[in-house]
């Protein structure tokens, strides 16, 4: 095996420290499937099962699932796109509201609403000090 992945240029590795930049990602999923009221918390009876859950639960985050880091809107809503629509008209029902009811929103901002631009596992070291700097 080792040999093949060699043979491929993939570089085997069982520890990387400071490395591991997908782990929170995996533990960020892992979390909202153990989370859901449908979560067997004593096991899968069988492989089919544990298999059928997982495809549940998929269509459930892909279709269903209002992201927050998405600006609330699904996966599958923001990679066709519709995401725009959805956040421009969210942003005309707030806006709506403030204007309506100014004492009650005083000062504040209306939730942002701007859709969110490419994402990435991994970004670049530029790129995340580039998003810090936005940030701040």
């Given amino acids: 095996m080792r040999e093949k992945a060699y043979e491929l240029g993939v570089t085997t590795s069982y520890n990387r420290p ?49 992201h927050s880091k998405l600006r609330f809107v699904t996966p599958e809503q923001r990679h066709t796109g519709q995401d725009k629509a959805i ?22 901002q209306v939730r942002n609403c701007t859709p969110v631009g490419p994402t990435t596992l991994n970004p670049a070291k530029e790129q995340v000090k580039q998003e810090q700097k936005q940030a701040a």
């Avoid at 979390?31 to 979560?39: A, G, I, M, N, S």
């Avoid at 029902?93 to 009811?101: F, G, I, L, N, Q």
């Fill in 18 to 66: 400071r490395v591991s930049n997908d782990n929170p990602f995996a533990e960020s999923l892992f979390r909202t499937c153990k989370y859901r009221p449908e979560w067997p918390s004593a096991g899968f009876k069988s492989l089919d099962d544990a298999r059928h859950w997982v495809l549940k639960f998929t269509r459930w985050y892909n279709y269903e699932h209002k």
């Fill in 87 to 108: 956040l421009a008209n969210r942003k005309a029902v707030m806006e709506a509201a403030k204007a309506k009811h100014s004492v009650r929103w005083g000062k504040r």
